[in-house]
């Protein structure tokens, strides 16, 4: 049974477009065109995306406009950011947005506005950054904060850990170390290195009841509680949550507790209270500068029409790869060490948000949908899978992100990564021919985005991850999915609780799981 | 053109086995087969490979390994063990099994017999190891070395950092730091936190001309120089190449380089003196115990018949859904935050080894090869991509990897990571029903192999980087490519290099990137 979208007339025409599109190489496209790299770049503030290197016509765009018109697009962004229940599933909105809108502009949630809560809250945040970063918050013995360990997993942890890495230059007073995993190695090593009565730490879970988080947090309570008493743990300890009965049944101060709302998803909040320990090391003025970031590409992605408004045109060209050349992957490639963490962030973005086959309306796609996101430092990933990239079976296309600046002064290490990112571009792209030597031939054809930011600040880092979010809602309004549930992790978690709580197995299925899991927990040697 | 490979019978064969599988659920393999569990597990001393939740019956593993026979998967492991130049595009064999090879068997290249070589250079490490981690080595005023910064990218990086954090509490006596970006900020930070009195550095670059390493080399060689002058780089700097010459250029001492050769591929290159850092962090004992397990598993490679073969049956698996399922990626999902590094060592292994599309005869392959390798460590990637792993839209066989023994004496998080992985392989595996409500539903049969080690330690690990190794090599036999050159990167590195160096532009595909590399170094607002 074949969906709407693929029986559309437009999605026909983009079919047929891309048979045509198909026959010219890309060194023609560059060729042919003097003006190919002016014309396919758009530039928002201190931020350029250039998609010169596509393998694109005009008309590509204008074909793929239309089918975000055909899917409302325009419609469904107007939803989004004024709080209509999108998130179906879960009967919510999902008003990341909201977050960071400075406009004076009322967004109802059940009918009630919710920026005041919002501006409360950043209030709230601000005046707890400024006294921990000021020294006059004091832990259990007196004494000034010096590190603050984040403990929260997935969206609690990916987006404050990739920003406080990409912000590193804005950090002032503070340490921030970061734990998620339930492998208690990662908070040993942190705790070895600090010492209680310099440490705060910011547990962050919307439940309070993430398995991880709940483990870490009670495992980092028992070590304050060993060298300063029970009586520290309020002094200690501050939450991000949404339940502020099981924050308090955990020893922490209601005074402590920063919101977070059933209307901003996880992988989406970082510009809320989740970005407590960033605000912390970077302070709030950055933090802010973050938010505006953030707002001025919400402006543009708000206003600018379809096929020049840089979140549009990436998730089209996603749609585009995906759909119409059935690409399976992309990779995420920032030559900027600060950077690192990105393609993790993005993973959990785009994988989480759109990697689904149900519509809206309960029917099995017949399409391709979110593709699979990896990622590397250039130029360490240079030396490690580019060979695949340039030589192998699949194409892959890519998004290379710049930083104009040298902001370290070093201008030989700086030129080096600009023009092996640019070199790199160019060789997927045109490739080499070699007729009698294939071994050493590259295909070439193979398509990137750039993504220029003029510098690695909170205000470009802030419009940069605006960005990719709204390249994402894209994609998912195309693929007509919900974009912001994560329906396909339950069953691990159903069946993990159930085999740690030794449940009887009521399946062959789960016998087999409870035998496996006696095998697992056994040496081979004893 | 079809290559014989895909002419062949028993490939042929394999796609129509592939049909007959298909049409069985995995939940229905595992509930005929009450000895599945058992019968699809091999074990080695302290590693076990479990392969029960694949799409296979029996005779699938009889068909693959007559497929690996056809291919004469035993006669070229045998070649690669006696040293034959199995790189045939760089006229080289690929001996680092050699490199800890303890039985007592010569093994010529040119005639010349290397083991000598091979242990020659084993004991000056030794030596020298002791003498830094004693504390007898003085840096230039007199004091004992407490930090290493390990310089080095690709090969000479990926394995020793892996190494390193996987084999943390081996760790004694001095810290180790890795730079291998040429991005400034990686080395930047790591200066400002430790002394030059106090820090040997290691620069690892086999023709130590090697952009990005030589950029950090000369940085760190000015940092200290600036404090300590320039009598004090020879007692600071300590080198492993093979090109003595430019070592000396850079000051080193020509008694503090330590050999590389060129039948050791960089990514294979861990087992050799590319493995310093890591041996200075862990000491030669610990050290060779890892040589021993590499050693193990190539006995094992070696000798097992190839049905209970593990690297064989596990590179067999890969070509399985790579050729006839038309998989595209393979996700390395180990559940332990030491080898967190292991995905992207991975990468490079298969990604470079294997991301070729020209046989060994110069003829292009009409058959897939190395997929996409990407992951993240369990718990970490559930509140990510795991998404995507149970409702998106393509099957990505998934590696999981558990460590039986809790080393930090945490038996909460212990379980909740090993009852977690063994969630998610059933939930992978079988999913869930859903006839009314596809939206939580999961389509299941999405296989996984289950790597256990006992512990992770030296010896543990060095098996497990070693079956990979092998599973590379499997597939690269049958695929009937050379897993051991990197042709593919050629190009980038030269078009880089003509942009740096300001050529003048001979064709429009080099004037469009001249153009752009101007582009990115202008920022957008001045």
Redesign the interface.
């Given at each position: 049974m074949s969906t709407s979208l693929t029986q559309s007339a437009i999605w026909q025409e983009l079919g047929h477009h891309q048979a045509e599109v198909k026959a010219i190489p890309l060194?023609d496209l560059?060729?042919n065109d003097p003006r190919?790299?002016e014309d396919f770049q758009l530039?928002l503030?201190?931020?350029?995306f250039?998609f010169?290197l596509n393998r694109i016509v005009p008309k590509t765009i204008d074909l793929l406009t239309q089918l975000a018109a055909q899917q409302k697009l325009e419609f469904a962004r107007e939803r989004m950011f004024c709080g209509e229940v999108i998130n179906i599933?879960e009967g919510r909105a999902a008003l990341h947005t909201a977050l960071r809108q400075k406009k004076d502009r009322p967004i109802k949630v059940d009918g009630r506005d919710i920026i005041p809560d919002i501006l409360i809250a950043r209030l709230r945040l601000t005046r707890f950054v400024d006294e921990v970063r000021n020294g006059y918050w004091k832990g259990a013995s007196g004494e000034a904060i010096r590190h603050i360990v984040n403990i929260g997993?997935?969206?609690s942890?990916?987006g404050p850990r990739l920003a406080t890495r990409a912000l590193?230059p804005f950090i002032s007073k503070l340490n921030v170390h970061f734990v998620?995993?339930?492998?208690?190695?990662?908070l040993?090593?942190i705790l070895a290195n600090i010492d209680p009565a310099h440490t705060l730490f910011v547990v962050v879970s919307k439940t309070f009841t993430t398995?991880?988080t709940l483990?870490n947090a009670h495992?980092a309570r028992q070590w304050l509680v060993n060298k300063l008493g029970p009586q520290a743990v309020a002094q200690h300890f501050v939450a991000v949550s949404a339940n502020q009965a099981e924050v308090e049944k955990f020893g922490i101060d209601v005074a402590n507790v920063f919101p977070i709302w059933d209307w901003v998803g996880?992988r989406y909040s970082l510009w809320s209270a989740v970005g407590l320990s960033l605000a912390l090391a970077i302070g709030m003025e950055n933090f802010e500068k973050m938010l505006d970031g953030a707002e001025a590409m919400d402006e543009h992605f708000c206003t600018a029409p379809l096929a020049k408004n840089m979140p549009v045109v990436m998730g089209l060209l996603g749609v585009w790869y995906r759909n119409f050349w059935a690409t399976?992957?992309q990779v995420i490639l920032p030559?900027?060490?600060?950077l690192r963490d990105l393609p993790?962030y993005l993973?959990?973005l785009e994988?989480?948000s759109?990697?689904?086959?149900?519509t809206q309306t309960?029917?099995?796609?017949d399409y391709?949908?979110?593709p699979?996101?990896?990622g590397?430092?250039?130029?360490?990933g240079?030396?490690?899978?580019?060979?695949?990239?340039?030589?192998?079976?699949?194409v892959?296309p890519a998004d290379f992100i710049?930083i104009?600046?040298d902001n370290?002064n070093?201008p030989?290490?700086?030129?080096?990564?600009?023009?092996?990112?640019?070199?790199?571009?160019?060789?997927l792209?045109?490739?080499?021919d070699n007729a009698t030597?294939?071994?050493?031939?590259?295909?070439g054809n193979r398509p990137s985005n750039?993504i220029?930011l003029?510098?690695l600040d909170p205000f470009c880092f802030g419009m940069l991850l605006a960005l990719y979010e709204h390249k994402v809602f894209v994609e998912g309004v195309v693929w007509n999915i919900n974009s912001f549930d994560?329906?396909?992790?339950?069953?691990?978690?159903?069946?993990?609780r159930?085999?740690?709580a030794k449940e009887a197995a009521n399946t062959?299925?789960?016998v087999?799981?409870t035998?496996?899991?006696k095998?697992?927990?056994?040496?081979?040697?004893n």
């Amino acid at each position: 049974m074949s969906t709407s979208l693929t029986q559309s007339a437009i999605w026909q025409e983009l079919g047929h477009h891309q048979a045509e599109v198909k026959a010219i190489p890309l060194r023609d496209l560059v060729m042919n065109d003097p003006r190919r790299l002016e014309d396919f770049q758009l530039s928002l503030e201190g931020l350029r995306f250039n998609f010169a290197l596509n393998r694109i016509v005009p008309k590509t765009i204008d074909l793929l406009t239309q089918l975000a018109a055909q899917q409302k697009l325009e419609f469904a962004r107007e939803r989004m950011f004024c709080g209509e229940v999108i998130n179906i599933s879960e009967g919510r909105a999902a008003l990341h947005t909201a977050l960071r809108q400075k406009k004076d502009r009322p967004i109802k949630v059940d009918g009630r506005d919710i920026i005041p809560d919002i501006l409360i809250a950043r209030l709230r945040l601000t005046r707890f950054v400024d006294e921990v970063r000021n020294g006059y918050w004091k832990g259990a013995s007196g004494e000034a904060i010096r590190h603050i360990v984040n403990i929260g997993i997935g969206g609690s942890d990916l987006g404050p850990r990739l920003a406080t890495r990409a912000l590193s230059p804005f950090i002032s007073k503070l340490n921030v170390h970061f734990v998620a995993n339930a492998d208690a190695f990662e908070l040993t090593n942190i705790l070895a290195n600090i010492d209680p009565a310099h440490t705060l730490f910011v547990v962050v879970s919307k439940t309070f009841t993430t398995q991880e988080t709940l483990l870490n947090a009670h495992m980092a309570r028992q070590w304050l509680v060993n060298k300063l008493g029970p009586q520290a743990v309020a002094q200690h300890f501050v939450a991000v949550s949404a339940n502020q009965a099981e924050v308090e049944k955990f020893g922490i101060d209601v005074a402590n507790v920063f919101p977070i709302w059933d209307w901003v998803g996880g992988r989406y909040s970082l510009w809320s209270a989740v970005g407590l320990s960033l605000a912390l090391a970077i302070g709030m003025e950055n933090f802010e500068k973050m938010l505006d970031g953030a707002e001025a590409m919400d402006e543009h992605f708000c206003t600018a029409p379809l096929a020049k408004n840089m979140p549009v045109v990436m998730g089209l060209l996603g749609v585009w790869y995906r759909n119409f050349w059935a690409t399976k992957a992309q990779v995420i490639l920032p030559y900027a060490e600060r950077l690192r963490d990105l393609p993790r962030y993005l993973q959990q973005l785009e994988m989480e948000s759109n990697g689904k086959t149900t519509t809206q309306t309960n029917q099995r796609v017949d399409y391709a949908t979110a593709p699979i996101i990896f990622g590397e430092c250039g130029t360490v990933g240079q030396h490690s899978f580019h060979q695949l990239l340039h030589q192998g079976s699949d194409v892959i296309p890519a998004d290379f992100i710049g930083i104009c600046e040298d902001n370290l002064n070093k201008p030989q290490h700086h030129q080096a990564m600009l023009a092996n990112m640019v070199a790199q571009a160019g060789a997927l792209a045109f490739g080499r021919d070699n007729a009698t030597d294939l071994h050493n031939a590259c295909a070439g054809n193979r398509p990137s985005n750039l993504i220029l930011l003029d510098r690695l600040d909170p205000f470009c880092f802030g419009m940069l991850l605006a960005l990719y979010e709204h390249k994402v809602f894209v994609e998912g309004v195309v693929w007509n999915i919900n974009s912001f549930d994560q329906p396909g992790v339950e069953l691990g978690k159903e069946l993990a609780r159930g085999l740690e709580a030794k449940e009887a197995a009521n399946t062959s299925e789960k016998v087999f799981l409870t035998r496996l899991f006696k095998t697992v927990q056994t040496p081979n040697i004893n």
